[in-house]
């Protein structure tokens, strides 16, 4: 997914080649289960190095994080700085996977209790939605103190569902009886470098000004999504959520040549709670909600079809199965393509559960392999009227050409006309150079009046 359109042909391209980033997190028995009396396995954690053994079995990822880990930890540990790059232009992709009553939604603060003040439960998102705000005050006093031009940041949000394989705008209902699917689309789009990256369309968006904003535009949303009660948890989400957060970051840029200019970076942090995998025979689950987990079992599936593709390594011409599913194809920015990605895979301790647990660290663990082309978006100021001056300067010599040409064949009626016509057009031409170097040093200038 990404930024305005308009901004693409404009947008100069840094990159560099990362992996995806992998936490594993095990969350505490619940009190249903400690009434059960149910048994756990036999899981040893270790944070140097970070690795998760099962049985005889050892898993290796970039975070682990022990059952009795809070919520500050998870979020300073591995979210904090991705926030942070947001506003140098990277695109951040942080989401969590896991079987159906694993902890993703508490750990990523999208579920209905999700508070805006701080405390010991609360999840990702509305830690997220304070450091935003918290940086940006940092950036704009720091500006102040320097002397230098206070930065224009804004942020921006939507909120998409996808469940049983259609998208909702969950921003975009006033009534929750009335359903309707939403016209999204999602498209390709072309960097100047050749790779691919997907735009995502057809969305309600809301600027928000402050983190009890987000927190009141997110709870909007978490009211039309689709939970229910199941055999396996309490308030099983039956859809996949991404919550995006725009952020234009507009400031003056100081070289130590002594020349400044005005930059632009656009960015988007999505917040995907994936829906929970789930086995029927354990959830109870008959009709509708049946239905809704098998779409969910598709997606997933499809999902451990791309992470399985693209973690075996980096051939160029091997087909990633991206369009399978719209899970996927949503996804295929932060999968192999040009965004910074964090993977939170949540697992249950329970001995009941060893077979969904043995598949979040495999699926995790091949997550972990996949490289990404991170991409950083930006643009300078004078870009868009520099490239038109340009491109008409450009015009014109090519008709001046064309007139000298025509000049050394033409009768002597038509000479004297085309000799005033190729003085008019030369004439306009140094007209239009000398406005192009003008515009440069008014650019020059302008920044320095700014500081």
Not at 58 to 69: G, Q, R, S
Not at 274 to 286: I, N, V
Not at 413 to 434: F, P, Y
Request: hydrophobic share 35%; net charge neutral.
């Amino acid at each position: 997914m990404n930024f305005d359109d308009n901004l693409i042909e404009k947008v100069e391209h840094e990159h560099h080649v990362e992996n995806i980033q992998v936490a594993v997190r095990v969350r505490p028995l619940q009190k249903k289960e400690e009434r059960c009396s149910i048994e756990t396995m036999e899981i040893r954690t270790s944070r140097t190095p970070p690795s998760v053994c099962v049985g005889d079995k050892e898993h290796l990822y970039d975070k682990v994080f022990p059952e009795d880990t809070l919520q500050d930890f998870v979020y300073e540990d591995c979210v904090s700085s991705l926030v942070e790059e947001c506003f140098d232009g990277r695109n951040v992709t942080i989401l969590a996977y896991g079987q159906t009553g694993s902890g993703k939604t508490y750990t990523m603060g999208m579920g209905k209790q999700s508070g805006v003040n701080k405390s010991n439960h609360t999840g990702i998102l509305p830690r997220i939605a304070h450091h935003l705000f918290d940086y940006k005050a940092e950036k704009e006093s720091w500006a102040r103190t320097q002397g230098f031009a206070i930065p224009e940041i804004t942020f921006t949000v939507s909120f998409l569902e996808l469940y049983q394989e259609k998208f909702f705008d969950l921003l975009n209902k006033s009534d929750a009886s009335d359903r309707e699917e939403a016209h999204v689309f999602v498209r390709d789009q072309r960097r100047r470098d050749g790779s691919v990256f997907v735009t995502v369309s057809g969305l309600k968006t809301k600027e928000v000004s402050t983190a009890e904003h987000i927190m009141a535009v997110l709870h909007h949303g978490t009211r039309e999504r689709v939970t229910v009660k199941t055999a396996m948890n309490e308030r099983s989400s039956r859809s996949h959520a991404v919550f995006t957060i725009m952020i234009t970051h507009r400031r003056v840029i100081h070289h130590e040549s002594g020349h400044a200019e005005i930059v632009t970076t656009s960015s988007k942090l999505n917040i995907v709670d994936l829906a929970g995998s789930e086995r029927l025979k354990r959830s109870k689950a008959t009709g509708m909600r049946a239905k809704e987990g098998i779409n969910i079992n598709t997606g997933l599936f499809a999902l451990g079809n791309v992470i399985s593709a693209l973690s075996r390594g980096s051939n160029t011409n091997a087909h990633i199965p991206y369009r399978s599913n719209k899970l996927t194809r949503l996804l295929q920015d932060s999968l192999g393509g040009g965004s910074k990605t964090l993977l939170i895979a949540c697992m249950s301790p329970a001995i009941i559960d060893h077979l969904e647990t043995a598949n979040t660290l495999l699926f995790a663990s091949r997550a972990r392999k996949i490289q990404n082309k991170v991409v950083i978006n930006q643009r300078k100021e004078e870009d868009s009227e520099m490239e038109y001056l340009r491109k008409q300067i450009g015009w014109m010599s090519l008709e001046l050409m064309d007139l000298r040409e025509k000049s050394l064949n033409d009768d002597e009626g038509e000479m004297h006309n085309l000799r005033q016509r190729l003085n008019s057009l030369e004439m306009e031409n140094k007209l239009l150079s000398k406005e192009l170097e003008t515009y440069k040093k008014g650019m020059k200038s302008r920044a320095c009046v700014i500081l």
